[in-house]
């Protein structure tokens, strides 16, 4: 088992920034591909970016690439999301996924874990 807790929303005016970390505890940190993805509300969920298990290959929504940078600390256990150029439609309960793929995937039912998901709100 994996546990994800993130951490890091709010509420943020247009153009601003935010980190989001999601700290995992249980299973070797190191062993799984971390991703984030989103819902906004009345929306399906989307993915947003992806991490391997090293950090030597990240991937990107075409909607969010440019602006947020995935990134890991295996030491820490920890995987963040750093959002700059915020903009309205950005905002989402932001969740972090894990699972032991050798590649990460953008398609969410295909991580096992889940966070509890934080709220990312962007006021125009």
Do not use: H
């Amino acid at each position: 088992q994996v546990q994800l807790v993130e951490s890091g929303g709010g509420l943020v005016q247009a153009g601003g920034s935010l980190r989001l970390s999601c700290a995992a505890s249980g299973r070797t940190f190191s062993g799984y591909a971390m991703g984030w993805f989103r819902q906004a509300p009345g929306k399906e969920r989307e993915f947003v970016a992806a991490i391997s298990r090293s950090g030597g290959n990240v991937y990107y929504a075409d909607s969010v690439k440019g602006r947020f940078t995935i990134s890991r600390d295996n030491a820490k256990t920890t995987v963040y999301l750093q959002m700059n150029s915020l903009k309205p439609e950005d905002t989402a309960v932001y969740y972090c996924v894990a699972d032991n793929l050798r590649t990460p995937t953008r398609v969410g039912y295909e991580y096992d874990y889940w966070g509890q998901g934080t709220q990312v709100t962007v006021s125009s």
